[in-house]
C-alpha cells in the first residue's frame, strides 16, 4: 500500500506540474527588452503583480515594433498586447477586429535628438540643410524627425530625413558622419548621454502624442475579460511603484532589460518625473483622447491611415478600473 500511495502522489506531482506549464500564458509587448515603453511589465512580473492578480505570466513575447508586435500577438493567440495606435487604426481599416483597452504610454518624452559633441550644430537654428536620422519608414521616429523640423520653423524640405534601420544603427551613423543628428529613445539616452549633446527634447518641442496602447481582439474581450482586467492591474500596480521608488524599479528593469543598472536607474527617474504639457510618460490605463487622435494624425500623415476613424467603435474602456473609464 505503501508503493501505492507514493506512486499515486508522484503522479499527482506530477499532473500539477504539467497544469502549471499548461496554465502559463504570454503577453505581447513591442520593443520589450529593448526601450523604454514596455518597462512596466517587467516591474510588474519582477515583483509579482500578475501573480497577485491571480494570472500566470511567465513570458513576454517582443519584437522590434510596429506592425511586427501585432502579428506576434495574432499568432501567439495572446489575450492582450502593447501596440502603436497608429498600427492598431490601420488593422483594423484592414478587416482586424481589434479593441483598444488601455492607454499605456501618453507621450513620446523618451525621444531626444542628439548631436556628436564637436557638431557645429548647437541649438535647433542650427539644423536648416542637416541630415536627421529615423528608423524606418512610416515609424514614429520618421514622424517625429519632421515635427522636430516643423517646431524650428523650418519647412520639410529645408532639411534630410535619413533611414538608418534603428536606434543603434542611427549612433553608428551618427559616429560615421552619415547623419548630423539621431534621435535617442530611453535607455539608450541614458547610456549615451555623456557622449553626445542633446539639442532638444521631445517633451519641450512636441505635444502629448499616445505612444502605445493596449489591444485585444474582439474574440478575447470576450473569452479573457477577466484576464485583461488583471493585466491592467498589474501594470498600474508597477507604474505606481516606479513612481515611488524610481531606483528599486530601475534595478528591476536593469534585470529584465539586461543592462547596466545606472543606465536603467536613470532611465526610470527622467520619465517618472518627466512630463509634457503636463501629462505624464507612463499612463495608468486611462485612455487620453488628445494624445491619442494626435498620433493617430501623425500616422495620416505618413501615410499609415487613410479615411475617418470612428473612436467609439475601436476603444473599450470596460476592463479598466472604475476610477479611470472616463475618457480624459
Known sequence: ????????????????????????????????????????????????????????????????????????????????????????VNAIQQGADLRIVSDNVLTVAEFAWVVRQDSPIKTLK????????????????????????????????????????????????????????????????????????????????LPPLDNVVGVVTAEKAKERADFIKGVIRARRKAVKFMKEHPDEAGDLVAKAYNIDPAVARSSVRNLTTSTTKGVAYWGEGEIHMDGLKRMIEVQRGLGTIKGEVDYSKIIDTQFLPDDLKALR
Not at 18 to 30: C, D, L, P, R, T
Open 1 to 88: 500500500m505503501g508503493v501505492i500511495r507514493c506512486w499515486y502522489l508522484l503522479c499527482g506531482i506530477a499532473l500539477a506540474a504539467v497544469s502549471s506549464v499548461a496554465g502559463a500564458e504570454e503577453i505581447a509587448v513591442g520593443n520589450y527588452g529593448v526601450s523604454a515603453n514596455g518597462m512596466p511589465f517587467a516591474v510588474a512580473l519582477e515583483k509579482g503583480y500578475f501573480k497577485e492578480e491571480g494570472l500566470n505570466i511567465t513570458g513576454i513575447i517582443t519584437s522590434a515594433g510596429g506592425g511586427t508586435s501585432l502579428r506576434n500577438m495574432l499568432a501567439g493567440n495572446v489575450p492582450y498586447g502593447e501596440v502603436n495606435p497608429g498600427v492598431i
Open 126 to 205: 542650427d539644423i536648416k540643410g542637416k541630415k536627421i536620422g529615423y528608423t524606418n519608414p512610416r515609424s514614429t521616429s520618421q514622424a517625429l524627425g519632421g515635427m522636430v523640423a516643423e517646431y524650428a520653423g523650418l519647412k520639410p524640405d529645408e532639411v534630410e530625413l535619413v533611414r538608418t534601420g534603428g536606434f543603434g544603427e542611427g549612433v553608428a551613423a551618427l559616429d560615421a558622419g552619415l547623419i548630423d543628428i539621431a534621435p535617442l529613445t530611453e535607455p539608450l539616452w541614458s547610456k549615451y548621454k555623456s557622449k553626445y549633446r542633446v539639442i532638444v527634447t521631445a517633451a519641450e518641442a
